[in-house]
Structure formats: C-alpha cells, structure tokens
C-alpha cells in the first residue's frame, strides 16, 4: 500500500491536530484550510469574537490546535 506518513489532500482525520501559524493566517482563513467550522477552532483554542476581531488570536510561529474532524489540506505547490 501507500506510505502512511504521507496523507493524501482530502483525508478526513478524527483526531486533533497542531498547527503552526503562518504568515497571513487569519481565524477564518484556519478554519477553511482545515474545513472545521470557525466556532470550533475558537472553541478548542479558548478564544472569543469580540466586535468581529478575536482579540486573543496568537501571532505566526505560535501552535494552535485544530479541531477533529479536520481534512486534509491541498499540498501547496512553491510558486515564485
């Protein structure tokens, strides 16, 4: 069979996930990358909306946790 450490774009996984925050990654931006719902992500992080800004969201370079039921994201492609 395939080699199990390489998961393929569209894998459903049933377990929580960390995540190392990116340039540009916004809550929502998350939350579709991974198809988990926005509530769920703030809900697993511990952070609130408050006047549409989630004032506790951490900076890029900090691990967040994903919740489960996450899928696969597509593999980026290095583009210039």
């Known amino acids: ?3 199990s450490s ?3 774009p569209g894998t459903v996984h049933i377990e929580e ?3 190392v925050l990116q340039s540009g990654d916004l809550p929502m931006a998350v939350a579709s ?3 988990v719902s926005f509530e769920d992500l703030l809900s697993i992080n511990g ?3 408050v006047d549409e800004h989630v004032p ?3 900076p890029v370079g900090t691990t967040i946790k994903i919740p489960s039921g996450w899928t696969e994201p597509p ?3 290095n583009q210039p």
Request: glycine content about 10%; hydrophobic content about 35%.
């Open 47 to 49: 952070w609130t909306v």
């Open 56 to 58: 506790g969201y951490p």
């Open 6 to 8: 390489e998961p393929l």
């Open 17 to 19: 996930a960390r995540y």
């Open 33 to 35: 990358k991974f198809q």
């Open 75 to 77: 593999v980026k492609t």
């Open 1 to 3: 069979g395939l080699p």
